[in-house]
């Protein structure tokens, strides 16, 4: 379903339809359930436009999107720099609208209305429970919270290139207290909010760690070829080698390698161009080897061309071919 609130977007997805009825079977009365569902809705929009508008306030675009485990508010961020205040204040508008929105309830009762009807107290109460209880539950340090977001903005302002990981660990060591706790009470969703975010953590520090690995290979790739650009294949070499010991993505492995044999073709390391080729070739290629065999045989070196020209023609392993 897609709709706007104002200037932002808003849709939401099927998984979010389903959910919410999920989380309120506990309710027997069709009107109750019903309540329920509508609060849910109604509490998780305001969450997210208060990101949505904090965002907005900084000039950035939002768009509001609700699914099966909430909600999330994406921005366009190419017309405006996010620093760690803004970030740590978009993070915070969430849950702070959800407090705002109780307030103005408690308010209300505070000022003498108090609702006769049953249905009407319940809704009072829901509302009161969604917007504080999850609210204080959303300021947790554990991402995709919130309060997980918030301390991997300030993090990574300190720490700059741990920021990712060190959130990370806080978030496993708080999921996994959340679980803990969930079994002790007896309290079998929050239980399955743990495990996930437990998981979702561990995935996304392993996917960390890619990336710092990638990205110091990047960086000696950049510098490997402006080496060989000012004719300088030693310093090429230098940088190229320690980087390319690390366990990076094998596309950029394979650049890498391509620049790393060239400076130790210019070089005359002939030893070293064989024991890469040896090792790397299924990660070179084909193509690339043919024109490293080239200009061996161009510099006099048959006997190397020769065997690069084997491993070239040497057909693949049984396990490597697919059906």
Same mark, same amino acid.
């Given at each position: ?152 903005? +300030?993090?990574? /302002? $300190? ?8 959130? #990370?660990?806080?978030?496993? =060591? @708080? &999921? ?40 110091? +290979?990047?960086? /000696? $790739? ?8 000012? #004719?300088?294949?030693?310093? =090429? @070499? &230098? ?44 990660? $070179? ?39």
């Amino acid at each position: 379903m897609e709709l706007r609130l104002g200037s932002i977007p808003l849709r939401i997805q099927g998984s979010f339809s389903l959910r919410a009825p999920l989380l309120g079977l506990n309710e027997r009365e069709p009107v109750k359930l019903a309540l329920w569902v509508v609060i849910v809705l109604v509490s998780v929009i305001i969450h997210e436009l208060g990101h949505a508008l904090m965002g907005k306030a900084f000039g950035l675009e939002p768009r509001i999107e609700l699914h099966g485990m909430g909600g999330l508010t994406y921005f366009n961020e190419g017309r405006a720099e996010v620093s760690t205040g803004k970030s740590v204040a978009i993070s915070l508008a969430g849950p702070f609208a959800g407090f705002l929105f109780a307030f103005v309830v408690i308010a209300t009762q505070l000022a003498g209305f108090h609702p006769a009807h049953p249905i009407a107290r319940d809704a009072v109460r829901l509302l009161l429970w969604v917007n504080v209880g999850w609210g204080i539950f959303n300021l947790l340090p554990m991402l995709p919270l919130d309060g997980g977001n918030v301390l991997r903005s +300030l993090v990574r /302002a $300190i720490t700059k290139d741990h920021g990712e990981k060190i959130a #990370r660990v806080v978030s496993i =060591a @708080v &999921a996994a207290g959340i679980a803990l706790l969930s079994i002790r009470y007896s309290q079998w969703w929050v239980l399955y909010l743990g495990v996930l975010y437990a998981f979702q953590n561990v995935q996304g520090l392993r996917q960390a760690g890619q990336l710092r690995v990638d990205q110091t +290979l990047a960086e /000696a $790739i950049q510098q490997g070829y402006a080496a060989l650009d000012r #004719r300088e294949p030693k310093e =090429a @070499v &230098a940088v190229l080698r320690p980087a390319l010991a690390t366990p990076a993505s094998a596309d950029l492995r394979q650049v890498g390698l391509k620049i790393y044999v060239a400076a130790l073709l210019r070089e005359g390391a002939w030893s070293d161009v064989m024991d890469v080729v040896e090792r790397e070739h299924k990660v $070179i290629g084909a193509e690339d080897l043919s024109r490293v065999s080239q200009t061996m045989r161009e510099l006099g070196r048959e006997q190397d061309a020769a065997r690069i020209d084997e491993l070239v023609k040497a057909p693949a392993p049984l396990s490597e071919f697919r059906t």
